[in-house]
């Protein structure tokens, strides 16, 4: 819809077309508007009490609410997510809980100092609610999946604009009530659409925060997706579901508590200095959505069958009829990469944490099972991607690249194991993880840790002079020239 003020028609002689908008206004401004009645009588509702036309009018409302230029409503996703949490039960951190996870944390980076050299980073320590991880993550969240949701946005407008010319301009819109004769379903769709993308991303809203919520309820961390949701490299732990997680596992809860901020403070350590690795996950999220198959057919479809007074019908269509089947060839090597860069990941954070604990702690085995078992089950992570990218993710790489970063580290020890992430060119692939002793030996036959900086370091200088290589294009790093493999 323009922002600009209705100024008449060109032509004073003709009449001016309707006001799609001010009509619906008119439908939807109160309880008792006799455009409503007519409107649900139409389809086979009437004698609707006052407070039902109130409740349905609130929720068509709702519906065309949020920004129209915004692929989705990300304030109603937020509002969505934070209910969600507290209808299951969510209450503020109290002070014993948060120093728990103050000392834990503490305690978690001198572990970690003893085997690894990559350093802490300087951020904070979080104990959060589910609804303080929600409000933190939701910036994030917004990044990976607008490009679905502009894609969700695109497909709801077309097959809403075909089934309105299939109405034609005579009979069946004249029958439709509150709608003057004769309309032109051309400038009344135009006037629409910028209602329905405000529609659509209402919907869509509505996903995302339940997706988040159902999330929320379930990770033990803030980074426990394996994606770097929390800003400013802060580790953040939530106390409410470590407690859930702790539940039947035998072990102490406060044993419990120091090996997952191991893990927490080994992730965000990692994503903190390695700083290609978030950029190329979020990347490799983004392009799986980006190139996502919307199933058209299936949402007009869906749109035909449901009650249009019903925005939790509208809802539960649209919700399963968002994505064709099969994924493209861009798709799939969007999500090997996706999938690989999740497995190593979580296979060297494992690695690492059961170096760091091993000695301190009885039960590490069992815990770091205790988080595969979680993981396998279709974990966090599977269930969110799947809601809202249509993208299923599978750990069954994790255990190699586990088995991975063990070799590494026997044959060259923490430094060789830790320098396989200096650069993306250097870190392990898809097919290496099928062969890690192969790449066990292709990267130790590189040389010393000093040759192979000095070999980084020279082709680095090579990618920014542009030398052998068109200037104009980026290696996976995203620095300019071309970066070839070492």
Known sequence: MSDHPRQGPANPDEPEEPDFAAMLASMLGSSDNPELAKALEAM?????????????GAQLRSLFSGDPAEPFNVELATDV???SVASEGDATVGDAARREVEQAVEVAHLWIDAVTDLPAPAGVVHAWSRAEWVDQTMPMWKELVEPVAAGVRTAVVAAIRSQMGQLGSGEDLAAMPGLPAGVDPGALMGQMEPMLAQMSGTMFGVQVGQAVGALAGSLVSGTDVGLPLVPGHAVALL?????????GLEVDLAEVRLYLAVREAARVRLFAEVPWLGPQLVGAVQAYARDISIDTEGIESALRSIDATDPEAMQSALSNSLFAPEPSPAQRAALVQLETLLALVEGWVSVLADRATRKHLPHPAAL?????????????????????VGLELHPRRLRDAANLWAALEASGGTTARDSAWAHPDLAPTAADLDDPLGYVDRFMSGGTRDEMDAALDAMLTEGDLGTGGDPGQTDSSGKEGDAGKP
Do not use: Y
């Open 44 to 56: 086979g509702v009437d004698k609707v009490d006052p407070a039902t036309m109130s409740m349905i």
């Open 81 to 83: 997510a934070r209910k």
């Open 239 to 247: 106390p409410a579901n470590i407690d859930t997680f702790a539940e």
């Open 368 to 388: 770091d099972e205790a988080v595969r078992r979680q993981r396998a089950s279709a974990g966090p992570a599977g269930q969110i991607f799947s809601q809202l």
